[in-house]
């Protein structure tokens, strides 16, 4: 599976922005896909991710502000992220694995497939 990010750019405190996350080469509709994100000088982090089944799970950081979503169609899974903060500020990853269980998707180490990266950046 190949991902492709993006969406990202430069806004101010509290706008909004949208990621996309492209895949190709498979079809997404039976995997877990999820949204990481690293900030300048830090370990990258989980943000959220959406099941098969589009349950979702959040990272208590971007709880309330970030929605994760999917279309399968377009074999593109999104991230609405809302109320952006300066701390929002990094780089946005997607990932994926065709092994995942629903319990270790915060987890960076159980993901065999990444893409490239969209960097957001806000601005106080």
């Known amino acids: 599976v190949q991902l492709q990010a993006s969406g990202g750019g430069l806004v101010q405190a509290g706008d909004s922005l949208r990621l996309s996350c492209t895949a190709s080469?498979?079809?997404?509709?039976?995997?877990?896909m999820s949204w990481f994100r690293q900030a300048p000088g830090k370990e990258r982090e989980f943000v959220s991710a959406i099941t098969r089944s589009r349950s979702t799970v959040y990272a208590d950081s971007v709880k309330g502000r970030f929605t994760i979503s999917r279309d399968n169609a377009k074999n593109t899974v999104y991230l609405q992220m809302n109320s952006l903060k300066p701390e929002d500020t990094a780089v946005y990853y997607c990932?994926?694995?065709?092994?995942?269980?629903?319990?270790?998707?915060?987890?960076?180490?159980?993901?065999?497939?990444w893409g490239q990266g969209t960097l957001v950046t806000v601005s106080s």
């Open positions: 990932a994926t694995s065709a092994q995942l269980i629903i319990s270790s998707l915060p987890l960076e180490n159980q993901y065999h497939y």
């Open positions: 080469g498979r079809p997404i509709n039976n995997y877990h």
